[in-house]
């Protein structure tokens, strides 16, 4: 026989079971139930009320909490690997070093948490809001974060590799130190996103809205930017190395000293663009590109490389759409 008891010690629930594995508790009211370091393997906990309840050290590896109430639940060291948790309302919840690992959290709001040394490697976060949360150096590998809310968010030294971000809104997060490489933020929002010395290399930002950026000394190197819109951002020492910038708007961006060797330019727009000490040794250019006024790019050692047909027909002045 198990007994789940409250947190005062009252009996809340009852079960001729041995364990609780593979449990079905589905819709059960567990409020303030005490599970700390509880086996809970499997369980089915879908739609139930956890609403204060205490799983710090809890093994909920698969479980299936789908719609559950985990408001101002305690859930330091839990593991919650593979779990299910569409849905699940996590308002006020303690989620220091708490294993997500390929947990599925789509839609879940996640909003002003403190997530220090929790793990989100292969998470899937679509469609979740983790507005103004803090993931600080977490390791979010392989995560789906698509059309996710992560404005305002803490992301120090965040580990994103292989990330898929996908329509992802970041405005005003803190991306400093990032390591982003070989990231999809295709269609991404950052405008006055902070992303000093983060990492991009090989990451497709395609369309993504950059605006405002502060990006001192970030790595995009071979990234996809490709009708990116970076009105106004600051690239200073920049490293874009290689990188597609085709019919990317630039406009009174700030790339002093940013380095754009063998960078496509084709149908850029640089007008009144900083562009001081930037190194510009073999990047191409299309008649459609704009440079400022000082810019002349066959005696900087640009080469000259028509659009294709089908971008020739786009106007270089044309901006993605923005949110």
């Given amino acids: 026989m198990v007994d789940i008891r409250d947190t005062h010690g ?65 859930l330091i060291g839990a593991n919650l690997t593979g779990a299910n948790l569409k849905n699940a309302v996590f308002k006020r919840a303690d989620c220091n070093s708490v294993l997500f690992s390929g947990a599925d959290m789509t839609g879940c709001d996640l909003s002003d948490i403190d997530f ?31 059309s ?15 990330a898929i971000l996908l329509d992802a809104s970041l405005e005003k997060a803190d991306l400093e130190s990032a390591h982003m490489m070989h990231c999809n ?14 990492l991009l290399r090989g990451a497709n930002l395609e369309g993504a809205n950059l605006e405002k950026a502060i990006m001192h000394n970030v790595a995009l190197d071979e990234a996809n930017l490709t009708r990116a819109r970076l009105v106004k951002a600051s690239l200073v020492r920049a490293s874009l190395v290689s990188a597609n910038l085709s019919q990317a708007n630039l406009k009174e961006a700030v790339l002093d000293a940013a380095e754009l060797n063998f960078a496509n330019l084709q149908g850029a727009n640089f007008q009144l663009t900083e562009l001081t000490g ?3 040794k073999s990047a191409r250019f299309s008649s ?11 005696r900087i050692g640009l080469v000259y490389t028509a659009l294709p047909t089908s971008q020739e027909e786009t106007s270089p002045d044309a901006e993605p759409d923005t949110k």
Avoid: W
């Fill in 10 to 74: 009252k009996i809340i629930y009852r079960d001729e079971t041995e364990n609780l594995v593979r449990a079905d508790l589905e819709k059960s009211n567990l409020q303030d139930a005490y599970l700390r370091s509880a086996v809970l393997y499997r369980v089915n906990l879908k739609g139930a009320n956890l609403c204060g309840a205490d799983l710090r050290g809890a093994n909920l590896t698969g479980a299936n909490l789908e719609g559950a109430d985990l408001s101002k639940t305690t």
């Fill in 116 to 146: 220090t040394g929790s793990n989100f490697e292969g998470s899937n976060l679509t469609n979740a809001r983790l507005i103004r949360c803090n993931l600080e150096n977490l390791v979010m590998h392989h995560a789906k974060l698509v």
């Fill in 148 to 162: 996710a809310d992560l404005s305002e968010a803490r992301m120090i030294g965040v580990k994103l590799q292989k």
């Fill in 185 to 198: 933020l295709s269609g991404a929002y950052l405008k006055e996103a902070i992303m000093r010395g983060a």
């Fill in 278 to 280: 930037a190194k510009l």
């Fill in 288 to 298: 459609e590109t704009a440079f400022p006024d000082y810019i002349v790019p066959e």
